[in-house]
């Protein structure tokens, strides 16, 4: 049987028309969440390994947050994270058409509620950052993190035992990915924005005393604020989401470039790194 053709094309094709630009500068947006989601990493890694204390080590990598190259990288990254979100948003009613009868509800009554939730979930996130009050022992939410962890990898095992040995056979593993990259892409939509503003950004100006009338945000509070059991869930599943998010897009970005004779190989480079990344934020979380 002989191969399906594929015609052949340069990898400069979405440079010829605007459209295909801003469609291809949507897929390249999962790259900076994903090289975030790499810098979240490094920073619970430096808090958990770095310095005296997790206090002394987040001091130590404010220093070097408020350079021009990390402003500038998460400046950028900002952008790319925004029109994510502008456009993850704006596809919901394609992606999910709603009906009333035999009328078709209209967009805009689908694509509001998601803006109204993300403003809410940004002030509210910023809010506790600058002025809650975290009082959650340490070694108490670590403890219901990695037990509430475990449960759901005990469930995703379960699951995957039972498709393996069911009699018939599986057809494809890309409802899996597709569902990862689909609560991938809601979660770095509503969550990434802010965070990227908050540690990147906004932290690092504020310390820096570039805005006096705005108190500095000390290690003790963000600290507290990581290890809390909510800072703990909302990290990993940033983290693990977003990255799972990031591993189906580029996978097919690479394959629109004309990488298709490894696309095998691709693929299992992509999905592995998002699995190694959750597994390492399982553990910088449960161990910090």
């Keep these: 049987m002989s191969k399906p053709y594929i015609r052949p094309m340069p990898a400069s094709w979405w440079l010829k028309n605007r459209h295909y630009f801003w469609f291809m500068m949507r897929e390249f947006s999962a790259v900076f969440i994903a090289l975030y989601c790499v810098i979240l990493l490094v920073m619970l890694a430096q808090m958990k390994t770095g310095g005296v204390s997790p206090e002394s080590a987040f001091d130590d990598m404010l220093s070097h947050l408020q350079t021009a190259w990390s402003v500038g990288f998460h400046f950028i ?106 609560a991938g892409g809601v979660v770095a939509a509503l969550f990434v924005p802010v965070l990227i503003f908050l540690t990147g950004i906004a932290i690092p100006f504020v310390n820096a005393g570039v805005f006096p009338s705005i108190h500095m945000v000390s290690s003790g509070r963000v600290v507290a604020l990581v290890t809390s059991l909510p800072g703990r869930m909302l990290l990993f599943l940033v983290i693990s989401l977003s990255l799972f998010h990031w591993a189906h897009r580029f996978r097919f970005t690479l394959v629109d470039l004309g990488v298709h004779a490894v696309r095998g190989l691709v693929a299992i480079l992509c999905y592995g790194a998002a699995i190694v990344g959750t597994a390492l934020a399982t553990w910088l979380l449960c161990a910090l």
């Design 77 to 182: 990254a900002l952008l790319f994270a925004l029109y994510h979100t502008f456009t993850w948003f704006n596809l919901v009613p394609q992606a999910m058409p709603v009906r009333l009868g035999e009328e078709r509800v209209p967009s805009v009554l689908l694509v509001a509620p998601n803006y109204v939730l993300w403003v809410a979930l940004s002030a509210a996130l910023a809010w506790f950052v600058f002025e809650g009050r975290p009082q959650a022992p340490r070694a108490a939410s670590a403890h219901i993190f990695c037990i509430l962890v475990g449960i759901l990898y005990a469930v995703l095992g379960i699951w995957i035992a039972y498709a393996l040995l069911r009699k018939r056979p599986i057809p494809s593993n890309e409802p899996i990915w597709w569902s990862l990259f689909a």
